[in-house]
């Protein structure tokens, strides 16, 4: 079904646009690929952040902390990073060292989860490693000595460029039953497993491999089961994770996959059980939507040009019960 065929865009529903883009943009330091009013995209490198009006769309955005997903932006030096953006006016919340590397993490306006990623030796001798390795070949701006090889020298001061040569790297989905999840990603959506690995929850089993990554092109696609039993904690001993899954905290961001075909591909996922609102077409594009059992929209993008134009959530609220 979506085997081979990526993610282009992520769209971000906030409470007020003008505010999210200046968080994104003038806090963070992402590029800007199009800022008029009506389509606002950020540059992340292999894929973009697309700001879309919550009250415009019947979206219900959770409060300041939704952790039912979380936007990774892959650094060199995570402290360095941290350091430059609480300069820029950035809030941390928790910080976690352990084997996949260092993570901290804060939210946005709107209560998205975000976090930097820097990989250890360990996680990169896996088998994403080789895929993180790629995106900071293709997009990332630095040096060589932790990731590897990058597109190119650094932009300038982190404190002068924030994010920008910071490539996303993961896009995290959380669930509450990884054999659902492995079951619709992987056998119905098709998508390319990478691997599975333990999640970061030291009371889970060794043999529950609570973490499965997919290869979406400019970006891994990653579920993640929410931790019911206890709490992770992080540095210093604050909690770092939510200890429940409630599936209607999952509409605040809508990743969206560029298809072709897309009426073929929306029949044969619906053939697969998938329920696929209308096929919306649209001056950009043609735009169809479609949920994970945990309640996470994603939309199929059909481009009419060379460039994606504001993706709306009619075809979201057209699929809604």
Not at 127 to 137: D, Q, T
Not at 149 to 156: H, M, T, V
Not at 166 to 176: A, G, T
Not at 302 to 316: I, K, L, Y
Request: glycine content about 12%.
């Amino acid at each position: 079904m979506l085997t081979g065929r990526g993610l282009t865009g992520l769209v971000v529903y906030v409470h007020d646009v003008a505010t999210s883009v200046e968080f994104y943009g003038q806090l963070l330091g992402l590029p800007l690929v199009d800022g008029r009013a009506d389509r606002v995209r950020f540059d992340t490198g292999g894929i973009e952040i697309w700001l879309e009006p919550a009250a415009d769309h019947n979206v219900r955005l959770v409060g300041c902390r939704d952790d039912s997903s979380d936007i990774v932006f892959l650094v060199e030096d995570l402290e360095r990073m941290r350091l430059a953006l609480e300069c820029r006016g950035v809030s941390f919340e928790r910080r976690r060292t352990y084997e996949v590397g260092l993570v901290t993490d804060f939210y946005d306006p709107n209560g998205h989860r975000l976090m930097l990623y820097e990989p250890s030796p360990t996680a990169l001798g896996w088998p994403s490693g080789p895929k993180i390795r790629e995106l900071w070949r293709v997009h990332g701006r630095g040096g060589e000595t932790t990731i590897g090889r990058s597109a190119g020298p650094a932009l300038g001061t982190d404190a002068d460029t924030g994010l920008a040569g910071n490539p996303m790297v993961y896009l995290f989905m959380f669930e509450d039953d990884q054999t659902a999840a492995l079951n619709f990603y992987r056998d119905v959506l098709g998508l390319a497993l990478v691997e599975r690995v333990h999640c970061c929850n030291q009371d889970c089993a060794a043999e529950i491999e609570g973490i499965a990554k997919y290869d979406c092109g400019g970006v891994l696609l990653a579920t993640h089961h929410m931790h019911q039993r206890s709490l992770v904690f992080d540095d210093v001993g604050r909690p770092y994770s939510p200890s429940q899954f409630d599936r209607s905290h999952g509409q605040g961001i809508a990743p969206v996959f560029e298809v072709s075909a897309i009426e073929e591909l929306a029949a044969g996922l619906a053939s697969r059980g998938v329920r696929i609102g209308d096929v919306q077409r649209r001056p950009f594009g043609t735009l169809a939507h479609f949920e994970d059992p945990f309640g996470h929209p994603f939309l199929l993008l059909e481009r009419t040009g060379s460039r994606p134009g504001p993706v709306t959530s009619d075809a979201v609220t057209a699929s809604a019960p």
